[in-house]
């Protein structure tokens, strides 16, 4: 069975880290293009960053406006996980926070995958609050 699972969310104080892990199982990780979307109450569900699959030689990223400068997405195929590390962080990025993937087949790029939210998987969520 195909699974994603978020984890590192929590509550941490503005200016605060935090680093978001999205762990696969029941599939190879790096055959897919992965993507970190996040909803806030009573918004809809925004891409903040995605990230090409593993069968690139070069990764492509591709970063909200918002997020640009603080949050770094990465990758580590032998664990099967995908990171997001988010610094700098403002009561504004509260929100429970998505990982996604989408099949490395297509002509998909990852600015398209985060921006039209195209995704194949979704997983369960984790929250992420921002709060002195």
């Known amino acids: 069975q195909l699974q994603l699972v978020e984890s590192g969310g929590g509550l941490v104080q503005p200016g605060g880290s935090l680093r978001l892990s999205c762990a696969a199982s029941?599939?190879?990780?790096?055959?897919?293009?992965i993507g970190w979307f996040r909803q806030a109450p009573g918004k809809e569900r925004e891409g903040v960053s995605c990230?090409?699959?593993?069968?690139?030689?070069?990764?492509?990223?591709y970063y909200a406006d918002s997020v640009k400068g603080r949050f770094t997405i990465s990758r580590d195929n032998a664990k099967n996980t995908v990171y997001l590390q988010m610094n700098s962080l403002k009561p504004e990025d509260k929100a429970v926070y998505y990982c996604?993937?989408?099949?490395?087949?297509?002509?998909?790029?990852?600015?398209?995958?985060?921006?039209?939210?195209?995704?194949?998987?979704w997983g369960q969520g984790t929250q992420v609050t921002v709060s002195s």
């Open positions: 996604a993937a989408l099949t490395r087949a297509g002509a998909v790029t990852v600015q398209s995958m985060c921006v039209r939210t195209i995704v194949g998987y």
């Open positions: 029941g599939f190879t990780l790096d055959y897919y293009r």
């Open positions: 990230i090409s699959s593993g069968a690139s030689s070069t990764y492509y990223t």
